[in-house]
């Protein structure tokens, strides 16, 4: 076999894998709430003009549809294989990443030249744009595996960092404890989920009370990868800073002002884009949220400085 027929066989099962991604990712979403198959009926009777979801028969559509997704995906599977193939681009995550955005957009043109409708909207732009960027790591990870895409890329090369392998640790391990947090706060009020709906409803949504609150799959999931990559950002930028005072302590006031203006911002953000948020989760709440949070990474990284604690020791030794 030619070496363009390999890039073309697996670009063709690397779409297919992404097609399948996403179809399960939907497939999941409207499961959740109580619809299931929903999606595919609703882009086939949008795409093809033929009205509202629930008129006339669901299953030929969504067959239809199906056939169609998957030789969209397959047919993108190959063009990206032979671009790789043809030009060493690094591949992994970020551009798989960059793939998904891509099919967002293609996701959002294609409705409204087709339909006029915003469908991404319609369907939870947050939601659609999970399943894209899924979809695009999946065709990259695949293609990685069996040779089209450059293995040593940008992220790789970071990941070596002992700082961003820090960060990135710290953050997961930050933002999994304020989830935690909330997880009980919430179980104890009776209302599981309730405070990442909240937030995932007015960020969104555009929310403005309780009464439109979405306590549903796509919600949580949506504002918990966000969760989870705006403390990972945090987690880098307080392993940098950590990684500066073992060079210069006193830049520990730098990080006591760090979580000052995070909290700071955090709680602001709140009361200027949702104010009722405040009412609703009760502010000690969020206030003891943070502070788990800030406590988490911060014992993570000064247990993974020594050197840190011994000159910190050094500067409190009389002279």
Known sequence: MSRTSRLVLHGAIAGAIAATVVAAWFLIIDWSAGRAFYTPH???????DLGAVGVGAGAPEVIAYTVAHYAVFIILGILTALLLGA???????????????????????????????????????????AGCVLAGIALTAYLGLVGPVTREGWLHRQLRSRTVREGLIAGLLGATAVAVWFLIVDAAAGRVFFTPSALGSALFYGARSVAEVYNDFATVAGYTLLHY?????????????????????????????????FEAFFT????????????????????????????TMGIYLWRAHPLLRERLHGLEEPV
């Open 42 to 48: 609703f882009l086939a009777r949008t795409l093809l």
């Open 87 to 129: 030009v060493p681009l690094a591949g992994g995550i970020l551009f798989g990443g960059a793939i998904g955005f891509l099919l967002f957009d293609l996701v959002f043109y294609v409705g409204l030249l087709s339909s006029g409708r915003n469908v991404v909207v319609e369907l939870g732009w947050p939601t659609v744009l």
């Open 229 to 261: 990559v705006a403390f990972i950002i945090a987690g880098l930028v307080t392993a940098t800073i950590f990684r500066g005072m073992e060079d210069s302590p006193p830049l520990f006031l730098a990080l006591i002002l760090l979580f000052v203006t």
């Open 268 to 295: 602001g953000l709140i009361a200027i884009a949702a104010n009722w948020i405040l009412g609703a989760l009760a502010w000690w709440t969020i206030a003891v949220g943070n502070l788990v949070g800030a406590a």
